[in-house]
């Protein structure tokens, strides 16, 4: 049983992993286009191309960290000794440089591919440390849940500081970097805390059996529900991207309200706190599957109360975003809690314990996800007519509209769909705890 302290070193990571992850998500392309003076086509262009070599390195990060032997442990040295990298190249990211156009291009492109991949190099053993810290399937619930609210502390940190901090920087470009800057040094401590306080208890392959490549194959392709998992996971990052992206645009064209984002971002993180802590009891009563089920319901709801709000009602948007953002929650903690599930039933199946595999494998479709939300949404903007810092059409604020309303709505149909097929409740996954156990099988081989 882990102690609060331990859960909250583990989790509090996660909150300096946001401040990198929701700086991406939310703000990257409004820079791009708005800032750094991309056209939407090529920053769709940029967004395309960095997170498909970004999830391309997810499976090679993962079967890197299952045969890695330091000790430390297999997953917590990545932690350590990459959250430096992760912050320079973060501030590089969002840094302007004195070129030409095609430099400033390629610079895009260098920048943020190399982001994505030390992103992948940190963020993949994290995820793993999970499934080694506990096999316990309520307990990961618990655990995830204190995650998910740190992330989400996070996730407020930048809606609420970002253009504060950029405003108090110097604005545009040097606001950005400097703020960024602030975020990576935060960053950095929060990631050496969850090294420091954090230990792989899972038993782990001898330094001399370590998973080979057949072996990784083996446990992922016979692993029917991390399958289920992936693409709950992903439908659940495309609904996510689609609302949270959308947020600047619609509000600084839609509804000429750039004043109100950061709060708008703020509130609609804030509603989500109650939400997770419900998570839990939420898992214990109706199993994870279906408290993921009852979240997609919510959402639906939500997005439809948005479709149909005037942009003049601003009371109405913040009421309705916020029901969207709570129908959010169990997906964003659960996901992770059913995912680490699947790591003990591709061991009982196979044989073989791969965490860095199955997560990484998760990854790699969830930033596949990213990739199609991000290029999309960029593609989306050029194909309704979107011109930065110009008065939009009326087809631009119709195609806004369907961004950040239509299509969370059709992600979450599709999520509740997908999540009648989950059979990996608790009391199968106890019998395959208790079927390892009495085996006497070692967590990473047979």
């Not at 939310?26 to 191309?49: I, M, Q, W």
């Not at 930033?367 to 903007?381: E, H, N, V, Y």
Request: hydrophobic share 55%.
């Amino acid at each position: 049983m882990l102690s609060n302290r331990q859960q909250f070193d583990y989790a509090v990571g996660d909150m300096g992993i946001n401040l990198y992850f929701m700086s991406a998500m939310t703000y990257l392309l409004f820079f791009y286009t708005d800032v750094y003076g991309l056209s939407a086509e090529v920053a769709a262009g940029v967004f395309l191309f960095a997170r498909v070599i970004d999830a391309i390195t997810d499976p090679i990060m993962g079967f890197l960290a299952d045969r890695t032997r330091t000790r430390w442990g297999k997953f917590r040295p990545y932690v350590l000794f990459g959250a430096v990298p992760l912050a320079v190249i973060a501030v590089a990211t969002f840094t302007v440089p004195g070129f030409d156009k095609l430099g400033q291009i390629i610079w895009a492109y260098a920048t943020y591919t190399l982001f994505g991949i030390i992103y992948t190099v940190v963020t993949i053993p994290y995820a793993a440390l999970s499934a080694v810290i506990s096999n316990d399937y309520q307990e990961r619930s618990r655990f995830t849940s204190v995650r998910m609210m740190l992330a989400l502390a996070g996730g407020a940190i930048v809606s609420v500081g970002m253009l504060p901090l950029v405003d108090m920087f110097g604005g545009d470009e040097a606001g950005f970097q400097l703020t960024m800057t602030v975020f990576g040094v935060i960053a950095t401590f929060l990631l050496w805390l969850t090294f420091r306080g954090t230990e792989e208890t899972m038993p782990s392959l001898d330094a001399g059996d370590k998973v080979n490549f057949r072996d990784s194959v083996r446990v992922v392709v016979t692993n029917s529900p991390l399958w289920i998992t992936i693409a709950l996971f992903c439908l659940g990052m495309l609904a996510f991207t689609f609302r949270f992206t959308t947020v600047p645009y619609y509000f600084k064209y839609s509804m000429g309200r750039e004043d109100l984002i950061w709060l708008y971002m703020l509130v609609t993180l804030a509603v989500m706190f109650p939400g997770l802590l419900a998570v839990p009891w939420l898992s214990r009563k109706y199993g994870k599957a279906g408290a993921v089920r009852l979240g997609a319901l919510i959402a639906m709801v939500g997005a439809v109360g948005f479709y149909f709000t005037p942009v003049t009602d601003v009371w109405l948007v913040f009421v309705w975003g916020s029901v969207l953002a709570i129908g959010g929650a169990p997906i964003m903690v659960l996901g992770w809690a059913m995912l680490a599930d699947t790591v003990e039933h591709g061991e009982v199946r196979t044989g073989i314990r791969a965490e860095g595999v199955v997560f990484s494998t998760a990854s790699f479709f969830q930033k596949m996800a990213k990739a199609i939300a991000g290029s999309g949404i960029a593609a989306m903007l050029a194909w309704f007519g979107f011109v930065a810092n110009q008065e939009q059409s009326q087809e631009t604020i119709a195609g806004l509209l369907f961004m950040i309303a239509v299509c969370p709505l059709l992600f979450n149909v599709l999520l509740f769909l997908v999540s009648l097929a989950h059979r990996l409740d608790r009391t199968r996954h106890a019998a395959i705890v208790r079927d390892l156990t009495e085996r006497s099988i070692k967590p990473t081989h047979g």
